[in-house]
């Protein structure tokens, strides 16, 4: 199935042969369990160009629920409100405000991904169920990760609806033009004190990833703040988890704000790629989105540490995109500030031409404007 190189992701053999236990073929969608789905599938759609795709509510049969599917190209968003007091995801908003819910992942066979991996000790969040309508059958099953986050599986291969059984498709007068991003190049989880290695664990032996890099408070530091960080991978690469947790600093880590904020672990942001990261980030800048800024400093010395790169300077300094080199390319990348009330959720932006790594070079000057933001919270 896949064209991606997997060798140059340099994943141990044997993590290529366990792959073979959970192909995953891609993220099918990310539910958020949010306040109020209708203004939030207006927000993603305002602001980030995403496409009315599919409805499910009141009218489509649902009691407790309604849920707006919004699309991007290969990126979809499944936004969640509970329309009636009580029940699990009124408790879910209650504890970590809107959040991630489920990172769903498209398979071939949802049933043997659910025993295959809770044969290797992942706890189950819902047995394999198939859903069917008029336009064929789609299977979920579902099991836990850090948190209260879930992995649904997703298998999809006899339907040919707009999203699945349960849901009608949504057509709104009202479609904006997308922003340009293609797909989701990685999700970032956020854990608790020495929690990293744990999750790291059920990575490897429930879902058979591996460990692609390693990043250590040394990386990850300033003069006040730490993190740690692994990124796991599943084999052909289209599904990296990066998993951060605090790390002792002189002040409280983002890290720390961010578990302390959203009661718990929890994704931490969702970085969705794009081709061309000047137009793209122009035009969200446009329609509202917030992002982090870095001084301009930043740019003075850039090209004497990455190199000749096709970008011209001055668009990437006026957006505040920062740039990074790895053996391989490079890569371009900008970070939103908290998408919500809550300093939890952030999303990233990311341009990869050749680069197969996460901008360790700007973690330095990405934290220090973190620290800005957090200051300004009183939560430093
Ligand atoms: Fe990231």
């Known amino acids: 199935m896949s064209t991606l190189d997997t060798t140059s992701l340099k994943l141990p053999k044997e993590n290529l042969e366990a792959e073979d236990f959970l192909p995953l073929l891609g993220t099918d969608y990310i539910e958020l369990y949010v306040g109020n789905a209708k203004q939030a599938a207006h927000y993603y759609m305002a602001a980030w160009g995403f496409q009315p795709v599919a409805y499910a509510g009141l009218e489509t049969g649902l009691k407790d629920r309604v849920s707006y599917v919004v699309q991007q190209d290969k990126i979809r968003l499944m936004l969640t409100s509970p329309l009636r007091p009580g029940g699990e995801i009124n408790k879910h908003i209650d504890s970590h405000g809107d959040g991630v819910k489920s990172i769903a992942l498209w398979v ?31 299977v979920l099953s579902g099991i836990h990760t850090y948190g209260e986050t879930v992995h649904i599986f997703v298998e999809r291969k006899n339907y040919k609806g707009v999203f699945m ?29 020495n929690e990293m290695n744990k999750w790291c664990e059920f990575y490897a032996k429930v879902m058979g990833f591996a460990q692609l890099v390693s990043f250590d408070d040394k990386d990850i530091s300033t003069e006040y703040t730490a993190l740690m ?35 718990g672990a929890g994704v931490q942001h969702m970085a969705l790629a794009t081709d061309n990261i000047i137009e793209t980030v122009a035009a969200l800048r ?76 700007n973690f330095k000057a990405l934290f220090e404007a973190i620290e800005r933001e957090q200051e300004s919270r009183g939560t430093l």
């Open 165 to 193: 059984p349960g849901f009608r498709p949504w057509n709104p007068h009202y479609r904006p033009s997308d922003v340009g991003l293609k797909y989701v190049d990685h999700m970032v989880g956020n854990v608790g004190w």
């Open 229 to 263: 960080s692994k990124v796991m991978s599943n084999g052909n690469g289209r599904i990296k988890f990066p998993i951060n947790e605090p790390a002792d600093g002189r002040k409280k880590s983002q890290i720390e704000e961010y578990i302390e904020f959203y009661n």
């Open 286 to 361: 446009d329609r509202g989105v917030e992002f982090l800024t870095v001084p301009s400093s930043y740019y003075e010395d850039l090209l004497d540490r990455v190199g000749e790169i096709d970008e011209d300077l001055l668009p990437l300094k006026e957006l505040g995109i920062l740039v990074d080199r790895d053996d391989e390319g490079y890569l371009l990348q900008i970070f939103t500030k908290p998408i919500l009330d809550r300093p939890t959720m952030f999303i990233e932006i990311i341009q990869r031409k050749g680069a197969k790594s996460f901008g360790k070079g």
């Open 108 to 138: 071939d066979d949802a049933t043997k991904s659910y025993e295959e991996t809770v044969k290797r000790g992942a706890e189950s969040y819902h047995a394999p169920i198939q859903k069917e309508d008029k336009e064929g059958a789609v």
